[in-house]
């Protein structure tokens, strides 16, 4: 394959193949642009695991939109406008909810003390292992090897005999489902804990 620009001929067939569901294309495309993406992503968020998290959802999004690929255009471009627009949409969430939020972590420093942060902490990564727990079967498995025993996605590509690709999806999907039965439980101090709990897992794992 050349090393060109984004018009190779050969890279302009393997547009097609990913526009058309090819994995393997994908997963080039992923291993030649992932990191250059969280870099551009983590220069607006500053946040190591929130730049992480927004770059496997661009390239969600670019699987789940694969069929506006254009091949006669570079990729890159394509992905700088998906992180772009995802990075907005972060922003604009986190404004609405950054009053609420300052209004709670207020009202929660006022009334817990330290002893009582650990207890509710321990219950909140006790939640996070029942998150965990309620995951698809395949998804679960997929999370437990590669963030709890580290391994890469090429190792566990290889054990379970799935693509890179189809391994980062279920991590993305995983996250957003463990965040979501964490906010949905109705547990005050979870919804001010959850974020930093989860950076603090991630950093774990």
């Given at each position: 394959?050349?090393a060109?620009?984004?018009?190779?001929?050969?890279?302009q067939?393997?547009l097609?193949?990913?526009r058309?569901?090819n994995?393997?294309a994908f997963?080039y495309?992923?291993?030649?642009?992932?990191?250059i993406?969280y870099?551009?992503?983590k220069?607006?968020?500053?946040?190591d695991v929130?730049a992480?998290e927004?770059?496997?959802d661009?390239?969600?999004?670019?699987w789940?939109?694969?069929?506006?690929i254009?091949?006669?255009?570079?990729l890159k471009s394509?992905?700088?406008?998906i992180?772009?627009?995802?990075?907005?949409d972060f922003y604009?969430?986190l404004?609405?909810?950054?009053?609420l939020?300052?209004?709670v972590?207020k009202?929660?420093s006022e009334t817990y003390?330290?002893?009582e942060?650990e207890?509710?902490?321990?219950?909140?990564q006790e939640?996070?292992?029942?998150?965990?727990e309620h995951?698809?079967a395949?998804?679960?498995?997929?999370?437990?090897?590669?963030k709890?025993?580290g391994?890469?996605?090429?190792?566990?590509?290889?054990?379970l005999?799935?693509?890179?690709?189809?391994?980062?999806?279920h991590i993305v999907?995983?996250?957003k489902?463990i965040?979501?039965?964490m906010?949905?439980y109705?547990?005050?101090a979870?919804?001010?804990?959850?974020?930093?709990?989860?950076?603090?897992?991630a950093?774990?794992?």
């Amino acid at each position: 394959m050349n090393a060109g620009g984004p018009y190779d001929h050969d890279e302009q067939l393997l547009l097609i193949q990913l526009r058309n569901g090819n994995e393997r294309a994908f997963t080039y495309f992923y291993e030649r642009h992932s990191l250059i993406i969280y870099r551009k992503i983590k220069k607006m968020v500053k946040v190591d695991v929130l730049a992480d998290e927004l770059m496997q959802d661009v390239f969600v999004r670019l699987w789940d939109k694969r069929h506006l690929i254009d091949p006669e255009k570079p990729l890159k471009s394509y992905l700088f406008l998906i992180a772009q627009n995802l990075v907005y949409d972060f922003y604009r969430k986190l404004g609405r909810e950054e009053r609420l939020q300052s209004e709670v972590m207020k009202q929660f420093s006022e009334t817990y003390l330290h002893s009582e942060e650990e207890v509710i902490l321990k219950e909140t990564q006790e939640l996070l292992n029942r998150a965990v727990e309620h995951l698809p079967a395949q998804q679960r498995l997929v999370f437990r090897l590669c963030k709890l025993e580290g391994k890469t996605y090429e190792q566990v590509s290889r054990e379970l005999g799935i693509s890179t690709a189809t391994i980062n999806t279920h991590i993305v999907r995983a996250t957003k489902s463990i965040k979501e039965f964490m906010f949905n439980y109705n547990h005050v101090a979870v919804h001010v804990l959850v974020a930093s709990a989860i950076a603090d897992l991630a950093r774990k794992l």
